[in-house]
């Protein structure tokens, strides 16, 4: 379920298709196993999703979470994420996934992107789409 990209400026993409607090237990586990801090989070949930107790168990990972809007009818509108982070962390809200990923890639550090399958999925197709213009530059 995670998967870990090498970022062309250097930074680690880890994708995790987490989208439940138990989901989000694991992926706390393997944080603190990988001595992962300070990382940036890219998230999107849908709102039926119980958002709140999956973010509280890995913000202490995280220094700034970029919120965006999953590609589903059923996104939870990303304020509302954003509102209940308000005195707890950082964040951004960027509706456009290609836009969140491209914030998250300037803050120089590494990348968490989970919360959806609908998220983790476009921003595989974005990187893959980057991969393949690099080749073809060649």
């Given at each position: ?20 607090p138990d989901g989000f237990g694991a992926l706390s ?54 509102n209940h982070l308000r005195d707890k962390i950082k ?48």
């Open positions: 379920r995670l998967e870990l990209i090498q970022g062309s400026k250097g930074e680690q993409i880890l994708l995790d298709i987490a989208h439940n586990a393997v944080l603190k196993r990988r001595g992962k801090k300070d990382m940036v989070l890219v998230y999107g949930v849908l709102a039926e999703k119980n958002f709140k107790k999956m973010l509280d168990k890995i913000l202490r990972f995280v220094k700034i979470v970029i919120i965006t809007k999953p590609i589903s009818p059923r996104a939870c509108d990303g304020r509302i994420i954003g964040w951004e809200y960027y509706p456009d996934i290609r836009r969140a990923l491209a914030r998250a890639r300037g803050c120089g550090t590494d990348i968490l992107v989970t919360g959806s399958f609908y998220l983790v999925g476009p921003v595989k197709r974005i990187l893959a789409e980057e991969v393949q213009g690099e080749q073809r530059s060649l």
